[in-house]
């Protein structure tokens, strides 16, 4: 069952089409990660799925409501991380729940949010006095204080330590095995491949990918040679063996690994060098991401500009 349905998602500012025909369903219960560059469109879309921008066309539907039209009874069953938050810091931690959980009909006990985010020893601390990455754990438990059935995180850790970072997985795990439904926004791939049961890849507004991390690994069906060489080994011979050697790293990607390791041990064997670091693998999600060649996409520019509908 679609919680959150788009179709043909288009939104303009001025001559930029930020969001460029983006469809997507996200059904119950799932964990769907939106990967993607810096000005892809990420917090445009999710922006107009909390009801927080407008959109020039498409439909947008979550939770059966249309998010540009629905008032209170919406933002009642959605919880939301902005990517850039504005918390009141002269409150304490704990009056900041209490402030933003009040308008929520089912509001989880502040306390044990705290301890979920791993803030519980700075309930009473104002908000101002806490470090970047404290201030992003409150605004993580300020999205999960309503016992929203629809999470909206936008860079959720961002920030975060990296132990931190593992205990916000464990968080999001939990809040799925609770039948959360979560859109999140993150540019670290580990994150993604981690919590999310799909990942779309947008681009210049557009989608250019979805499916499982495990899809989209496979998708390529090669295989990751890489190893090491020592310092000053002449590596002339690894080139037209598909090699790309970088300094002493040396990676070969291949649709046939048996023969390629072949070739790269018979060559290792002839030239008297050791190949250190050897492994073998898939493409990760980062290489596969990074194939998409996504840096240098920019957004297209609209080419006719028909009315827009309330810039934000
Ligand atoms: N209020 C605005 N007015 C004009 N242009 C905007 C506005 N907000 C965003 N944009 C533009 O829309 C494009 C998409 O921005 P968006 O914030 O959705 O990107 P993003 O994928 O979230 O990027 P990031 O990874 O940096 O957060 C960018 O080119 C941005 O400059
Ligand atoms: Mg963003």
């Excluded at 959605?78 to 990517?83: E, K, M, P, T, Y």
């Excluded at 601390?125 to 438990?141: C, E, M, N, P, T």
């Excluded at 995180?153 to 795990?173: K, M, N, V, Y």
Aim: proline share 5%.
């Amino acid at each position: 069952m679609p919680v959150i349905e788009i179709a043909n998602l288009v939104k303009r500012y001025g001559e930029l089409t930020a969001v460029n025909g983006v469809s997507l369903e996200i059904n119950e219960g799932e964990v769907f990660a939106l990967l993607g560059p810096n000005g892809a469109g990420k917090s445009t879309v999710v922006e107009i799925l909390e009801g927080h921008r407008d959109r020039t066309s498409g439909d947008v539907s979550v939770l059966g409501l249309d998010p540009g039209k629905a008032g209170a009874e919406y933002r009642d069953q959605i919880g939301i991380v902005l990517q850039s938050s504005g918390i009141e810091d002269e409150l304490s931690v704990l009056e900041a729940l209490d402030v933003y959980g009040a308008s929520y009909s089912t509001r989880r006990d502040p306390m044990e949010v705290l301890e979920l985010v791993g803030l519980a020893d700075r309930a009473q601390d104002r908000v101002s006095q806490l470090s970047g990455g404290q201030q992003r754990r409150i605004d993580l438990a300020l999205g999960i204080i309503g016992t929203p059935k629809v999470l909206f995180l936008d860079e959720p850790t961002t920030g975060f330590d990296p132990s931190a970072r593992r205990q916000s997985w464990e968080l999001i795990d939990g809040l799925r095995d609770l039948g959360t439904t979560i859109l999140l926004t993150t540019h670290y791939m580990d994150e993604a491949q981690h919590l999310a049961d799909r990942v779309g890849v947008i681009v210049g507004g557009e989608i250019a990918v979805i499916g499982t991390p495990a899809e989209l690994m496979d998708a390529t069906g090669d295989t990751v040679v890489r190893f090491q060489v020592p310092h000053g080994a002449n590596t002339d011979g690894l080139r037209p063996l598909g090699a790309v050697v970088e300094g002493i790293a040396v990676s070969c990607r291949t649709a046939t690994p048996t023969k390629t390791l072949h070739e790269l041990t018979s060559w290792a064997l002839a030239q008297g060098v050791e190949l250190f670091d050897l492994t073998v693998s898939r493409p990760s999600l980062e290489d596969v991401y990074l194939q998409l060649a996504v840096s240098d996409a920019q957004p297209s520019p609209a080419p006719d500009m028909p009315e827009t509908r309330g810039q934000q």
